[in-house]
Structures are given as structure tokens and as C-alpha cells.
């Protein structure tokens, strides 16, 4: 592999790519902040008599938002207030979510390195220096996360009604067909334990939820990823349970003790050789008593 130099190219000095650009290529691809699977929740999103946030993320994994603030060249006092006061305007108005304050600069100076930390341990804040480089005849962009102090858990999902919905190629984007089909077969399994025929998949923008007639239940819900299905049962956590679960060797995530649900990374192979277990989870989240003859 040949080597060639990278230069360093000032966005605030371009002429062509100024900070729309920048927000639109991050818009593009989120994970070039280095934050993790990230969706664009929001752009230009208008704050009450504040202006705009320049991105509202979503980590659909850890449901987590970044209220996320970019400005070319080096940071300053008005990029610093503007964004802790987007952050806590959203926090405010969102409560049952978890969130980060994100500034992203092409400079993040080692004075208001100092001034940043003054927050340390009492605002979730994120700074990321993002840099474009030229290289040959191609420019790209670098970050390095020089500053993260957060403190983050669990929220629930997303309130149905400002669900943004999607479809199922969107997630099959996001997954595989394959994993998006594990959803399909663990609604296979609800509709045979419950005995409803209309129950179906809501296809959501943060996760796949569970519907009866149109109408949001979810108890479970599902999130496809490239190698497995991430599935969240919502059934009080107890030590029993636990340990059959562990024993089962199923890829258990943390306990989300805020909204009461198990979350565990699925594969096809999980479903088959636990397939009763399975099948008690999703009859404990949906409520459904057990058979009297103990057949399904």
C-alpha cells in the first residue's frame, strides 16, 4: 500500500465547504463522530426562543440522544453556552431520555479544554475535534474525541406518536434480511402463544415495535443488527430468571431496571436451540397465562 501525506484544509477559510456542508456530510454519516450506531433524529431543529440545534442523534442501542453542535474553526464562549443550552432544553422537554451534550470544532482549544471540565460530573459533554484533510486530489474528514464525561443509562423507546415510520427495507438496510426475519419468526411464535392473528410488526425509526390492529403494544420490541437481533422483553427482572438465562448462555445485555425489561442479542441458532425458553419470555411479556395442560 503506497503512502501519501495528508493536509490539513481549514473549513472556516473555504470557500466551498462551509459548516452547512459539514452538517450535511455528518447528516450523511453519523459515524464519523466516532459516537457508535447513530440515527439523525433531527436537523435544524428549533429550540423555544434559542435558534436551532444543529443535530438531534439517536444511539437506537443505548436510546441515548446527542443534542450536537458544530462550528468551524476553534471553539468559543457562545458555541459552548448555545450548546449546553440546546442540551438542556431537550432534556427538559424529553425527560424520559438520557442525553449528551456534543460540540463538535476543527479546533478544540486547550483553554476551553479547561473550561469544559469545569462541568465534570454534572453535564454529559462530549467535544470532538473534526479536521479535513486533503489527500491527493480527495478531501476527508477525521475526528478525535479529545473530551468525554458522560454518565449515561437507559431510556424507553420512543413515544409512538412522534414516531417517524419507516419500512421494512429501511431495516433490512440496517440488519440483514436474515435478521429482520428473525422478528417475523419471533412473531410467529406471539401470535401462536396469544392466539392473535392481528398482531404484526410496526416498523419505527428507533426499533420494531408490536401492533394489534394498528394499535402500539410493545411489550416486546426488536432491533436487527448485522450479525444478530437485539430483543427487549418486558418482564420484571428476578435472580431466577436471571440464572436460566445465563445458564442458557443467551448474549444478555444490562437489565433496564428504569422501564423493567430484559434485553439479549438473538441469533437464528438461539431460537432453535432455546425455543422453549423463548417461548416463556414471550409468553411472560405478553401476559399470557400458561396452557392448563401445559401443551402451546
Not at 32 to 43: S, Y
Not at 266 to 289: C, M, V
Amino acid at each position: 500500500m503506497d503512502y501519501q501525506s495528508a493536509r490539513v484544509v481549514s473549513l472556516k477559510a473555504s470557500p466551498t465547504h462551509n459548516e452547512k456542508w459539514l452538517q450535511e456530510r455528518i447528516a450523511e454519516n453519523p459515524a464519523l463522530l466516532g459516537l457508535g450506531d447513530l440515527l439523525v433524529k433531527d436537523a435544524e431543529r428549533r429550540q423555544p426562543r434559542a435558534g436551532r440545534l444543529d443535530l438531534l442523534l439517536s444511539d437506537a442501542a443505548t436510546k441515548t440522544r446527542h443534542e450536537v453542535e458544530i462550528q468551524l474553526g476553534a471553539t468559543d464562549e457562545t458555541h459552548i453556552i448555545r450548546t449546553i443550552e440546546y442540551w438542556d432544553i431537550e432534556r427538559r422537554r424529553y425527560p424520559q431520555y438520557d442525553h449528551v451534550a456534543v460540540i463538535v470544532a476543527e479546533d478544540i482549544t486547550s483553554r476551553f479544554l479547561n473550561v469544559l471540565g469545569l462541568f465534570n460530573g454534572f453535564i454529559p459533554l462530549i467535544a470532538i475535534q473534526l479536521q479535513a484533510l486533503e489527500v491527493g486530489e480527495v478531501l476527508t474528514l477525521a475526528a478525535t474525541k479529545v473530551m468525554d464525561v458522560t454518565s449515561l443509562g437507559a431510556a424507553d423507546e420512543e413515544d409512538e406518536a412522534t414516531q417517524e415510520g419507516v419500512d421494512r427495507s429501511f431495516w433490512e438496510s440496517r440488519g440483514t434480511t436474515a435478521t429482520v426475519g428473525l422478528a417475523d419468526r419471533l412473531l410467529a411464535i406471539l401470535r401462536e402463544i396469544t392466539a392473535d392473528p392481528a398482531l404484526s410488526l410496526k416498523y419505527n425509526r428507533l426499533y420494531i415495535g408490536l401492533a394489534h390492529d394498528g394499535i402500539p403494544d410493545n411489550y416486546c420490541i426488536f432491533r436487527p443488527r448485522k450479525e444478530n437481533i437485539v430483543v427487549e422483553f418486558r418482564i420484571p427482572r428476578s435472580d431466577e430468571l436471571t440464572s436460566r438465562l445465563e445458564e442458557a448462555g443467551l448474549d444478555l445485555m444490562e437489565y433496564d431496571t428504569r422501564w423493567g425489561k430484559y434485553r439479549m442479542r438473538l441469533t437464528a441458532q438461539d431460537l432453535t436451540a432455546n425455543d422453549s425458553l423463548i417461548k416463556e419470555l414471550l409468553r411472560r411479556a405478553s401476559g399470557t397465562p400458561e396452557p392448563v395442560d401445559g401443551t402451546e
